[in-house]
C-alpha cells in the first residue's frame, strides 16, 4: 500500500469516526431537549389541530395536521452591570412551534400539492369534531 493510499484510508476511518460521532451528538442533544420539554404541553407528529388561517381578509381557525415539531430551548446570564435587580441573573427561553398542513375540511385530508407552514405554540388549539360542526 502506498503513502498516498494509506492517508486515503485514514481520511475515510476518521470521516466514519466523525460521522458516528455527530449522529451521537445529534441523538444526546435531542434526548436533551426532549427532557427539557417533557412537562410542557406539546402536540405531537400526527395530530390535528386548529390553526390560524386568513381567508378574505378574515382570520379563522383551521384544522391542520402536525408534521413536525421543533423545539428550541436557549440560556444565559444577564450583563452584570449592577444597575437592575437581574443583573448577573441566569435566563432561559423554551419555545415549540409546528410545521403543519392545512386539511381540507370536508375530507379532513391534506391535498396533493399542499404547501406547510409553521406555527407557534401559543397559536394552536385542540382539534375537537364538534369544532368542524
Not at 412537562?39 to 388561517?53: A, F, M, S, T
Not at 452584570?80 to 403543519?100: A, F, K, M, T
Not at 409553521?118 to 382539534?127: E, S, W
Amino acid at each position: 500500500m502506498s503513502e498516498i493510499e494509506a492517508l486515503k484510508a485514514e481520511v475515510e476511518r476518521c470521516r466514519r469516526v466523525a460521522q458516528e460521532a455527530e449522529q451521537a451528538l445529534e441523538q444526546a442533544e435531542q434526548d436533551l431537549l426532549r427532557e427539557r420539554f417533557k412537562d410542557w404541553d406539546q402536540y405531537k407528529e400526527g395530530d390535528i389541530v386548529l390553526v390560524p388561517r386568513k381567508l378574505f381578509g378574515k382570520r379563522v381557525m383551521w384544522p391542520a395536521k402536525v408534521t413536525q415539531v421543533y423545539l428550541r430551548y436557549s440560556e444565559g446570564w444577564y450583563q452584570d452591570d449592577g444597575r437592575h435587580e437581574w443583573s448577573g441573573e441566569h435566563w432561559e427561553n423554551q419555545h415549540i412551534s409546528y410545521q403543519v398542513f392545512y386539511l381540507d375540511k370536508d375530507t379532513m385530508t391534506v391535498k396533493p400539492g399542499t404547501t406547510s407552514t409553521g406555527v407557534a405554540h401559543d397559536q394552536v388549539r385542540p382539534y375537537q369534531e364538534t369544532a368542524n360542526a
